[in-house]
């Protein structure tokens, strides 16, 4: 069975600072996708940032960075020079290559000290 | 802004009643699912509905059931409310296929009392 564990359920970062949220996952598969959603507090889920499992190459997206390390099944998502608006529920997802199901983990909770 | 609207976005329902929620998906995808999101947890997977076919379902009872309409939108539709019902429903839209990431709308959040 695919689980996804995130067992940080709250971080803090100044602002202007870097942090990074841990994710670990378990599947069996060698083909998959692995994603960092955020929500805030008006609840819709945004995508962060989405990773391919054959890309040897870590995703980013401007601020925004993962280290994917295929072999340890993790992926950690770096956000950079931290800002308020950064302040949100971060949750990592894991799809298969074959499935249509996404599997969340439990969320880490952001707070953005100004 | 993902075009994904749901409807309604606040209900209070009564233990034993049944409950309808509606998603709008963005325009372009042609698949629609629904996760349920309990206070504190991430979102489980409850079904998907690609083309207006069930394709796929999570560990939910039968009382969950939907539909897809042929512009793609979607129903959620609960029977038997039980408080543990209680909870943010997701709808998320995409363009078909596998690992093709999901677009969320803003939930609807259901009481059951």
């Known amino acids: 069975a695919q689980t996804v564990t995130q067992s940080q359920p709250e971080m803090s970062v100044q602002e202007a600072e870097t942090v990074t949220l841990s994710c670990t996952y378990d599947?069996?598969?060698?083909?998959?996708?692995l994603f960092w959603y955020k929500q805030p507090p008006s609840r819709q889920m945004i995508l962060v940032i989405r990773?391919?499992?054959?890309?040897?190459q870590n995703a980013t997206e401007n601020r925004f960075s993962v280290n994917f390390q295929k072999a340890a099944k993790s992926f950690s998502l770096k956000i950079s020079d931290s800002q308020l608006g950064d302040a949100a529920m971060y949750f990592c997802?894991?799809?298969?290559?074959?499935?249509?199901?996404?599997?969340f983990g439990t969320g880490t909770s952001l707070t953005v000290i100004p | 802004e993902t075009g994904v609207t749901q409807s309604p976005t606040h209900l209070i329902k009564t233990r034993g009643q049944q409950v309808t929620l509606r998603c709008s998906s963005q325009s372009g995808h042609n698949t629609v699912s629904w996760y349920q999101q309990a206070l504190g947890q991430g979102p489980q997977f409850i079904f998907q509905y690609y083309r207006e076919e069930e394709n796929g379902r999570g560990n939910f009872p039968p009382r969950f059931s939907g539909l897809q309409f042929p512009n793609y939108s979607s129903e959620l539709n609960v029977n038997a409310l039980e408080l543990d019902d209680s909870a943010l429903y997701l709808c998320a839209s995409s363009l078909g296929g596998y690992g093709n990431t999901i677009y969320f709308g803003e939930g609807s959040w259901l009481t059951v009392v």
């Open positions: 599947t069996s598969e060698s083909d998959y996708y």
């Open positions: 990773q391919e499992a054959y890309k040897q």
């Open positions: 997802a894991y799809s298969r290559n074959t499935g249509n199901q996404f599997y």
